[in-house]
Protein backbone atom coordinates (compact mmCIF):
# COMPACT_ATOMS: atom_id res chain seq x y z
CA UNK A 1 0.00 0.00 0.00
CA UNK A 2 1.15 3.43 -1.33
CA UNK A 3 0.03 6.60 0.86
CA UNK A 4 -1.57 9.62 -0.78
CA UNK A 5 -1.58 12.82 1.07
CA UNK A 6 -3.60 15.51 -0.10
CA UNK A 7 -3.79 19.35 0.56
CA UNK A 8 -5.08 22.01 -0.73
CA UNK A 9 -8.73 22.14 0.32
CA UNK A 10 -10.76 24.70 2.34
CA UNK A 11 -13.23 27.55 2.24
CA UNK A 12 -14.04 29.68 -0.30
CA UNK A 13 -16.66 31.89 -1.73
CA UNK A 14 -18.18 31.45 -5.25
CA UNK A 15 -16.14 32.42 -8.51
CA UNK A 16 -12.42 31.85 -6.24
CA UNK A 17 -9.98 29.28 -6.99
CA UNK A 18 -8.40 26.51 -5.15
CA UNK A 19 -5.44 24.01 -5.70
CA UNK A 20 -5.56 20.62 -4.64
CA UNK A 21 -2.17 18.57 -4.40
CA UNK A 22 -1.81 14.70 -3.77
CA UNK A 23 1.73 13.14 -3.54
CA UNK A 24 2.35 9.60 -3.30
CA UNK A 25 4.84 8.64 -0.60
CA UNK A 26 6.25 5.68 -2.31
CA UNK A 27 7.59 4.23 -5.57
CA UNK A 28 4.76 3.79 -7.99
CA UNK A 29 4.37 2.53 -11.24
CA UNK A 30 4.96 5.30 -13.84
CA UNK A 31 2.23 3.36 -16.04
CA UNK A 32 -0.64 5.37 -14.02
CA UNK A 33 -3.57 6.67 -14.62
CA UNK A 34 -4.19 9.68 -11.89
CA UNK A 35 -7.39 11.31 -11.02
CA UNK A 36 -10.15 13.18 -8.89
CA UNK A 37 -13.32 12.37 -7.84
CA UNK A 38 -15.48 14.40 -5.56
CA UNK A 39 -18.29 13.21 -3.48
CA UNK A 40 -20.97 15.50 -1.84
CA UNK A 41 -22.97 14.93 0.99
CA UNK A 42 -25.99 12.29 0.44
CA UNK A 43 -24.17 11.24 -3.66
CA UNK A 44 -22.03 9.10 -5.19
CA UNK A 45 -18.89 9.55 -5.53
CA UNK A 46 -18.10 10.64 -9.05
CA UNK A 47 -15.09 11.22 -11.65
CA UNK A 48 -13.81 15.08 -11.88
CA UNK A 49 -10.72 14.57 -13.67
CA UNK A 50 -7.96 12.14 -15.04
CA UNK A 51 -4.69 11.86 -16.92
CA UNK A 52 -2.75 9.32 -17.83
CA UNK A 53 1.38 9.61 -17.73
CA UNK A 54 2.32 11.86 -21.13
CA UNK A 55 -1.60 12.29 -21.54
CA UNK A 56 -4.12 14.96 -21.63
CA UNK A 57 -6.71 15.52 -18.76
CA UNK A 58 -10.40 14.21 -19.55
CA UNK A 59 -12.79 16.46 -17.54
CA UNK A 60 -16.22 15.90 -16.19
CA UNK A 61 -18.75 17.79 -18.34
CA UNK A 62 -19.51 19.88 -14.96
CA UNK A 63 -16.00 21.11 -14.73
CA UNK A 64 -14.88 21.69 -17.88
CA UNK A 65 -13.46 25.15 -18.85
CA UNK A 66 -12.93 25.66 -15.02
CA UNK A 67 -10.71 23.02 -13.83
CA UNK A 68 -7.06 21.95 -14.89
CA UNK A 69 -5.56 18.50 -13.92
CA UNK A 70 -1.76 18.21 -13.82
CA UNK A 71 0.62 15.60 -12.99
CA UNK A 72 4.56 15.79 -12.61
CA UNK A 73 5.59 12.13 -13.07
CA UNK A 74 9.08 12.80 -11.01
CA UNK A 75 7.47 13.35 -7.76
CA UNK A 76 4.32 11.10 -8.42
CA UNK A 77 2.50 14.22 -7.86
CA UNK A 78 -1.21 15.06 -9.34
CA UNK A 79 -2.50 18.35 -9.23
CA UNK A 80 -6.03 19.73 -9.43
CA UNK A 81 -6.33 23.98 -10.23
CA UNK A 82 -10.29 25.13 -9.71
CA UNK A 83 -11.13 28.10 -10.88
CA UNK A 84 -14.17 30.09 -11.15
CA UNK A 85 -16.01 27.84 -8.25
CA UNK A 86 -19.42 27.27 -7.47
CA UNK A 87 -21.90 26.30 -4.66
CA UNK A 88 -22.43 22.72 -6.50
CA UNK A 89 -18.63 21.96 -6.38
CA UNK A 90 -18.93 21.78 -2.72
CA UNK A 91 -17.60 17.74 -1.69
CA UNK A 92 -14.82 16.03 -0.11
CA UNK A 93 -12.35 15.16 -3.20
CA UNK A 94 -9.93 12.51 -3.30
CA UNK A 95 -7.30 11.67 -5.16
CA UNK A 96 -6.89 8.23 -6.96
CA UNK A 97 -3.67 6.53 -8.68
CA UNK A 98 -4.71 3.60 -10.39
CA UNK A 99 -1.54 1.61 -12.15
CA UNK A 100 -2.45 -0.15 -15.39
CA UNK A 101 -2.96 -3.85 -14.46
CA UNK A 102 -2.26 -2.97 -10.76
CA UNK A 103 -3.68 -1.80 -7.66
CA UNK A 104 -5.40 1.59 -7.34
CA UNK A 105 -4.44 4.03 -4.23
CA UNK A 106 -6.87 6.59 -2.53
CA UNK A 107 -5.97 9.87 -0.95
CA UNK A 108 -7.40 9.92 2.72
CA UNK A 109 -9.98 13.01 0.91
CA UNK A 110 -9.92 16.76 1.45
CA UNK A 111 -13.31 18.91 1.99
CA UNK A 112 -13.43 21.63 -0.44
CA UNK A 113 -16.59 24.37 0.86
CA UNK A 114 -17.76 26.92 -1.91
CA UNK A 115 -20.15 29.78 0.00
CA UNK A 116 -22.83 31.40 -2.04
Known amino acids: QVPLVESGGGLVQAGGSLRLSCAASGSISRFNVMGWYRQAPGKQRELVAA???????NYADAVKGRFTISRDNAKNTVYLQMNSLKPEDTAVYYC??????????WGQGTQVTVSS
Open 96 to 105: NIKVIGGSSY
Open 51 to 57: IASGGSG
